[in-house]
């Protein structure tokens, strides 16, 4: 069955330090993946879009990575700030078939400490 | 747009009784998802509609879950009876278009948090 796993411990990383969050899958060959953010009481926000054709995808200081090889894509937050604190959700999808709807990974819980 | 629009915000209510969530997608969205998240399973899809057609009900875990979509601005998720497992915070969520869900990925609201004692 397919299978998608996140760092399964909560991460505290120092402000101004880059955040690096893992999302790996299996048993699925996904052509797009999705990334979100989640704030307590919140529901989840998009982020960012990665295809399986693009390497890096940028977004102010957000750069995620895509490796159909290795199944597994990083999600990077540069100069990290107090304010980035939330669960970060990855969502790898396929577009087979009528495929609309997305499955969620458990999500990393992010604390960025001043 | 007000976004996507749940309530009640919060629900508590005592085992064997009845709950109905609810859920205002955003105007012109014609998919609809309902979802729910708890500690131990993380995100789960229970059911999604296209307009106002219900697509996939494989996720709703057993007949005591119900949902209804009578138009395309008013959705409920019902559960009857309901039982102290049920408690997780449900959400739902829309978009317009498979490329829309491709780019702009979906608009969630903010969940009703639901605790049956």
């Known amino acids: 069955s397919q299978k998608i796993e996140q760092n399964s411990e909560a991460l505290n990383i120092q402000e101004g330090k880059t955040a690096t969050l893992t999302c790996n899958y299996t048993?699925?060959?996904?052509?797009?993946l999705q990334w979100y953010r989640q704030d307590p009481g919140r529901g989840p926000v998009f982020l960012l879009l990665i295809r399986e054709n693009e390497k890096e995808k940028r977004k102010e200081r957000l750069k995620v990575t895509f490796d159909t090889t290795l199944k597994q894509s990083l999600f990077h937050i540069t100069a990290s700030q107090p304010a980035d604190s939330a669960t970060y959700l990855c969502?790898?999808?396929?577009?087979?078939?009528?495929?609309?709807?997305?499955?969620f990974g458990s999500g990393t819980q992010l604390t960025v400490l001043p | 747009d007000a976004g996507v629009i749940q309530s009640p915000r919060h629900e508590v209510t005592e085992m064997g009784q009845e709950v109905t969530l609810r859920c205002k997608p955003i105007s012109g969205h014609d998919y609809l998802f309902w979802y729910r998240q708890t500690m131990m399973r993380g995100l789960e899809l229970l059911i999604y509609?296209?307009?106002?057609?219900?697509?996939?009900d494989s996720g709703m875990p057993e007949d005591r879950f119900s949902a209804k979509m009578p138009n395309a601005s008013f959705s409920t998720l019902k559960i009857q009876p309901s039982e102290p497992r049920d408690s997780a915070v449900y959400f739902c969520a829309s978009h317009t278009d498979r490329g829309a869900l491709i780019r702009y990925g979906y608009t969630f609201g903010s969940g009703t948090r639901l605790t049956v004692v």
């Open positions: 048993n699925y060959s996904p052509a797009y």
């Open positions: 969502a790898p999808a396929d577009t087979s078939g009528s495929a609309r709807q997305l499955t």
């Open positions: 509609f296209n307009n106002n057609v219900p697509i996939d």
